[in-house]
């Protein structure tokens, strides 16, 4: 729109709206499956690849996608970004498998919608706008999102996603 101001912001005031982020969910009780406080370290690396771990009311597909994820997490260990899984539900056994490889997980809940589409399944819907929850991953510079069904052919051709 002409005319338009868009705000620019150093790197100190997105530190200080970040820092302002983690306060207001430190001190509000979320969910009960919501990780308090909610963890914000220092991230390692300054770029991330993150994919969802949703739940699914099938428990062989959500054996295929734990699998599938643990493949998108090997195929990736060499890189030079984190992966991270956001989770949707809580599974310790599949928190440790997931962690062996190398992934940081974190616990989240779904993001609340009153969307109602008629040709997908409410979960599925649910795990679909999951995937914004990688916006608040702001201990990174850039992170990239991914679905476990992405073929990752090399870990520096994926790189190549932080760059663009």
């Not at 338009?4 to 820092?19: A, N």
């Not at 030079?80 to 997931?98: G, I, K, S, T, W």
């Not at 779904?110 to 040709?119: A, G, Q, R, Y």
């Not at 990688?134 to 992170?143: K, P, S």
Request: glycine fraction near 2%; avoid cysteine.
């Amino acid at each position: 729109v002409s005319g338009t101001v868009v705000p620019s912001y150093s790197i100190q005031d997105l530190k200080d709206m970040r820092d302002e982020f983690y306060n207001f969910i430190d001190s509000s009780n979320g969910p009960w499956m919501e990780q308090n406080p909610f963890p914000h370290t220092d991230a390692s690396k300054n770029v991330a690849f993150a994919s969802v771990l949703g739940w699914n009311p099938n428990e062989d597909q959500n054996k295929l996608y734990l699998d599938a994820m643990r493949v998108a997490v090997r195929s990736l260990k060499d890189a030079a970004a984190d992966f991270v899984v956001l989770m949707m539900y809580h599974d310790d056994d599949a928190e440790a498998l997931l962690t062996s490889e190398g992934a940081i997980v974190k616990h989240v809940v779904p993001m609340k919608h009153s969307l109602e589409i008629s040709h997908f399944e409410p979960w599925f819907v649910n795990i679909a706008l999951t995937k914004l929850r990688a916006f608040e991953l702001t201990t990174y510079d850039r992170v990239q999102v991914l679905d476990v069904d992405t073929y990752m052919k090399s870990a520096d051709k994926m790189e190549k996603l932080f760059e663009s």
